[in-house]
C-alpha cells in the first residue's frame, strides 16, 4: 500500500493558518481529495470540514563544473490544506 501523507509542512504560514484550524502536508501527486481525506482521518482521528489542493511543478535546475554544465529537474509535488471541523487539531510537533 503507497503512503498517502509524506510529510507535514511546518512553515511560518502554515502556523499561522493553525490557528484557524488548518493544517498542510506534502501528499502523494497521484492521491485526490477523498483518498486524502481517508488518510488523514484514519492517521489522526478527526473530522474534515474540506481539502484544497495544490500541485507544484519540479524548478529545473543547473549547477556549473569544470567538466561542463549539468541540468536536471526537481521533482514536481502535490500540497494539501486541510480545514478541520470546530473543536478538533492535530498535534504536529509532539513531544
Avoid: C
Wanted: hydrophobic letters at 35%; charged letters at 35%; zero cysteines.
Amino acid at each position: 500500500m503507497k503512503s498517502i501523507i509524506k510529510r507535514p509542512i511546518l512553515t511560518e504560514k502554515m502556523t499561522m493558518l493553525g490557528e484557524r484550524n488548518q493544517y498542510a502536508f506534502e501528499v502523494d501527486i497521484n492521491a485526490n481529495k477523498i483518498e486524502i481525506a481517508h488518510a488523514i482521518t484514519k492517521r489522526f482521528s478527526v473530522e474534515i470540514e474540506s481539502i484544497r489542493t495544490i500541485r507544484y511543478k519540479g524548478k529545473r535546475k543547473s549547477q556549473f563544473t569544470k567538466r561542463g554544465r549539468l541540468a536536471g529537474n526537481r521533482p514536481s509535488w502535490k500540497k494539501a490544506i486541510i480545514t478541520l471541523k470546530e473543536g478538533q487539531s492535530i498535534e504536529l510537533l509532539e513531544a
